[in-house]
DNA sequence: CCGATGACCAAAC
DNA sequence: TGTTTGGCCATCG
């Protein structure tokens, strides 16, 4: 595992800061793969680690997936929402508001 | 062991 | 201008 593309996802969405919620083409783009977005949202499904803060992880639109939906219904948007994040009327996180900017990455962990 | 899938995004036609 | 296909990697069966 170490040394693998889940390890890198893994580690970039552990520094997402609370508050902030980032979208999977961005993680994979940092990363370094625009287009393995997929590979991103899979490590989240295959792998939901107890340190790894995918209820941070979103879609484009802000929007929560079913799937964690299935995991913990109505949790993410909770926890989000416990960490200061902004929700809209649509149930999406704002994302103009709180999407994650890596290039403002002060916190640095 | 090998095949198919999966919480997506972006470019191309 | 909108819709469709493509692509990536790891885990599951």
Request: charged fraction near 20%; glycine fraction near 12%; charge should be neutral.
């Amino acid at each position: 595992m170490s040394g693998g593309t889940f390890a890198r996802f893994r580690d970039i969405v552990c520094r997402i800061p609370a508050g902030k919620v980032a979208t999977y083409g961005q993680i994979a783009r940092l990363a370094g793969m625009p287009r393995c977005a997929r590979t991103v949202g899979y490590a989240m499904a295959g792998c939901q680690d107890p340190d790894l803060p995918c209820h941070r992880v979103v879609d484009r639109f802000g929007g929560t997936k079913a799937a964690f939906d299935a995991w913990a219904p109505g949790t993410q948007r909770a926890l989000l929402e416990a960490e200061g994040v902004v929700f809209r009327p649509d149930g999406t996180a704002d994302l103009e508001t709180c999407q994650w900017d890596p290039s403002a990455e002060t916190q640095n962990a």
